[in-house]
């Protein structure tokens, strides 16, 4: 965690950010999907730069939220102390979502630390909102990429989620349900495995959707490469597996 500056204020972070506005920047963003309303024009690893001068501070992070820019909604997710997050504070932030690239910050660098994460997939992916449904999969793909401990059975429990919701035909939930699906189908062979049936009964259902997710996690969880690499991931978990084994046993 990064040491804590208490002396920024809102106000002193909001004025470097207006210096930092890069208006080319804004308009690239507005053609890669961003639909944010306000925003400066200034990019995620400038913002990520920022954040480690500034530190972890929460409370400047939920003041920043409320200013309304996209680039400091996507810095409070640098900023804030996911043990300090609250139910009700995810659940306002994420209906305050209205691009993909806040959504996606918030879900990839602070709600996967959240103990309340399993939770809120379950909630979100359940929800209208087109952002909120998407940060239900985004969260469930941050996961997924993020969190070694988790045994595959936890994973294996969001495979009828993303099934269920595999025909929402909006694009920031379908290209979310996809990014899920390809990133659990990757942890292990075990997933791999059952990542692939999802995909080929989601195939099955013939939504245009369903389709194009299907086709497009299949390439991938099938290509050579992905095979190869877990194939050598399940080796080396055996081996160290039989080496704990066997010095338990002397």
Not at 76 to 100: C, E, I, V
Not at 125 to 131: D, K, M
Request: charged share 25%; glycine share 4%; proline share 3%.
């Amino acid at each position: 965690m990064k040491s804590c500056n208490k002396t920024a204020t809102a106000a002193e972070v909001l004025s470097q950010l207006r210096e930092m506005a890069d208006p080319e920047w804004a308009e690239e963003s507005a053609h890669s999907g961003i639909e944010s309303k306000q925003i400066l024009g200034i990019s995620v690893p400038r913002l990520r730069q920022l954040a480690n001068k500034l530190g972890t501070n929460h409370a400047l992070a939920l003041t920043l939220w409320d200013s309304g820019f996209l680039e400091a909604r996507i810095l409070t997710a640098f900023l804030s102390d996911p043990r300090q997050l609250t139910a009700k504070q995810m659940d306002r932030w994420a209906t305050g979502f209205d691009s993909w690239a806040v959504c996606d910050a918030c879900c990839c660098n602070l709600f996967d630390k959240s103990p309340l994460a399993p939770a809120k997939i379950l909630e979100w992916s359940q929800r209208h909102e087109e952002y909120v449904k998407r940060a239900a999969f985004a969260l469930m793909a941050a996961l997924a990429s993020h969190d070694k401990r988790a045994d595959d059975g936890e994973f294996l429990r969001l495979l009828p989620i993303i099934k269920r919701e595999s025909g929402d035909d909006r694009n920031f939930v379908r290209k979310a349900v996809n990014w899920a699906l390809r990133q659990i189908g990757k942890r292990s062979v075990i997933l791999n495995r059952a990542a692939i049936q999802t995909a080929i009964e989601i195939q099955s259902t013939g939504t245009r959707s369903g389709r194009w997710i299907a086709a497009d996690a299949l390439r991938e969880l099938e290509s050579p490469p992905i095979k190869s690499r877990l194939a050598i991931k399940t080796k080396k978990s055996t081996a160290a597996y039989r080496s704990v084994s066997s010095i338990r046993q002397r």
